[in-house]
């Protein structure tokens, strides 16, 4: 049980019971739709800028526990941040959850939670949908998804 | 085993892969739908093939050839006696069963399609039963129509019926659901669709290896099923087709094999059912298929499907008794799938910890997204039976659904 209880972690399971910022975002900026097809997993993530700065963040969908709490953690660590801060997050848990389990990673705070997803290959991707979506987002014009 | 006629321990002793253990774990594979684990008789025949015959079919003059050749055409004509068609001319050997309705698609329907015709499918299709029909619709302009589902997970019949049209050119319709578990009545729908002149296409890859498929009692113009289902190898299928279809359609590929002859001017097709079977087939797949076809009948289809009735009512009860549970798919008919949701945990992450304690169960959309959305999840967790499986290994489920719900408690 104890990779098991590494992947499902009080913080994930508390993100997933009650995901943070889970909601519309009627004055969004930045919009995307994140799509994983292998499982079906789908989640719609409004971003506004306010100058250089990401000062609102939401998403909605539906999704594993990991993927909705990844998605939940993330809106909490990128309010606030620049978008070249949001840029720098994005890269650094891409490092965290793609680095091979036997090895150290950097200590994220909270997303550190989402380190367990190691031992699981096939549920990278779950914890790293809300990231990609976070960066299509960015590339896009106003109001733009990715379908 | 109780009540069924089955040696369930002497079946799992012919199945090699039974024996290894997964993290530690026996392997409990109920992932049966997806594919089914091989007997060794038909690792044998496979290797034998390679080891003792090995050559091209239909070419040469030598001894191996010959015998392959020989070995080849064994095969179709015991995928003939399975599915009783009335000649090995009306079996054609694909890849799977998606191969068996593209070509079907293409060198039937598309012929005939034009803008205001329409091709009838129903709501519980799997994706391979969708798309080459959307394919052929969008190319000729012609009309999908779905015959819809009803909260059991069964077709309705009558809706169905009023769908059938002046203007229908094909209905393609499953004999089980992949994802329901459904049984769908197959000699009905060919019966009520043959009165309005449609050909039918039944998809028996799930019904083949739970129920006996009659070809001829069916009455079906076309039936498509899979190797890797039939306890076979992957990459053979079969597309059974009346001879009268397969002598009208042009070709699905070009190549050798599939020619009479051949000049740069034109070139003429080969006998049936050859002209569908260009280039080098799958001639060690036909082959551990044949050998497939033997274990089951050996075992018997019937003793088979009591023996798995007996486990769909087993694993009913026991996901029945484990809290917030909900079966998706509740037909009257229904073979060999259990389909199911948990209340706030979703299917893969029931499907990660289950694998934990050794449990191989298929989570997602199963390749049946319109099914999910019928009845209005994202997906399902879904344990799918076979011959080999018992009832201990319900219970090893049971128990790690257990688990589920304790870390999601």
Redesign the interface.
């Known amino acids: 049980m104890s990779d098991l209880s590494d992947l499902y972690q009080e913080v994930i399971l508390d993100h997933n019971r009650r995901p943070r910022n889970f909601h519309a975002l009627p004055d969004a900026s930045h919009t995307a739709e994140g799509y994983n097809p292998l499982c079906g997993d789908r989640l719609t993530l409004y971003l506004k800028l306010t100058g250089d700065v990401i000062s609102d963040v939401a998403f909605e969908g539906t999704g594993c526990a990991i993927s909705k709490a990844s998605a939940s953690m993330m809106t909490d660590a990128l309010k606030g941040q620049t978008v070249a801060g949001g840029k720098a997050l994005f890269e650094r848990f891409h490092r965290m959850v793609t680095t091979p389990p036997d090895q150290a990673v950097e200590d994220m705070g909270k997303l550190s939670s989402l380190a367990g997803v190691r031992q699981f290959p096939v549920r990278v991707k779950c914890a790293s949908l809300a990231w990609h979506t976070f960066k299509a987002a960015l590339e896009q014009a106003r109001k733009a998804t990715t379908e | 085993m109780i009540g069924t006629g089955i040696d369930v321990q002497r079946i799992r002793a012919d199945f090699p892969i039974l024996k290894r253990t997964v993290r530690g774990k026996p392997l409990v594979y109920l992932d049966n739908a997806a594919t089914t684990q091989k007997p060794r008789a038909v690792l044998a025949a496979i290797t034998s093939y390679y080891t003792d015959i090995n050559a091209n079919v239909h070419r040469g003059v030598h001894e191996l050839s010959a015998r392959a050749t020989d070995a080849y055409e064994a095969a179709r004509e015991r995928v003939r006696e399975f599915f009783n068609a009335a000649s090995v001319r009306e079996i054609v050997f694909t890849r799977n069963a998606t191969e068996g309705i593209n070509l079907v698609a293409y060198s039937f329907a598309r012929p005939r399609l034009s803008p205001g015709d329409d091709v009838l499918i129903s709501a519980m299709e799997h994706h391979s039963n969708i798309v080459p029909w959307q394919l052929a619709c969008e190319a000729t302009g012609a009309t999908l129509t779905v015959a819809p589902i009803d909260d059991r997970g069964e077709l309705i019949l009558e809706a169905f019926d009023r769908l059938l049209t002046p203007r229908t050119r094909i209905a393609a319709i499953t004999h089980m659901s992949n994802a329901l578990g459904t049984v769908t009545p197959a000699r009905e729908i060919v019966r009520l669709a043959h009165a309005k002149g449609v050909p039918v296409l039944i998809d028996a890859s799930q019904a083949a290896y739970h129920m006996r498929v009659d070809v001829r009692a069916l009455d079906c113009d076309f039936c498509v099923a899979t190797g890797h289902k039939l306890y076979g190898p992957t990459g053979i299928g079969v597309l059974y087709a009346k001879e009268a279809h397969l002598e009208a359609m042009p070709p699905f590929l070009g190549g050798g094999d599939m020619i009479g002859s051949v000049t740069f001017a034109r070139s003429t097709w080969n006998v049936l059912p050859y002209k569908f079977e260009a280039g080098t087939p799958h001639i060690a797949g036909a082959i551990g298929l044949g050998a497939a076809l033997d274990y089951i009948d050996a075992i018997g289809l019937e003793a088979i499907a009591a023996h798995e009735r007996d486990l769909v009512e087993y694993g009913t009860q026991v996901l029945q008794g484990i809290d917030g549970v909900r079966l998706i798919g509740t037909a009257r008919e229904k073979a060999s799938i259990l389909s199911f949701v948990m209340d ?6 029931i499907g ?2 289950v694998d ?1 304690e050794g449990v191989a169960i298929r ?3 199963h390749c049946a ?1 319109p099914v ?1 959305e019928r009845f209005g999840i ?2 399902t967790a879904r344990a799918s039976l076979a011959m080999y499986n018992t009832r201990d290994e319900l219970d090893v489920l049971g128990r790690a659904l257990q ?1 589920v719900r304790q ?2 408690a």
């Open positions: 706030g945990v979703h299917p893969h992450d990660t910890i934990r989570t997602g959309h997204q999910m994202p997906g688990k870390v999601f």
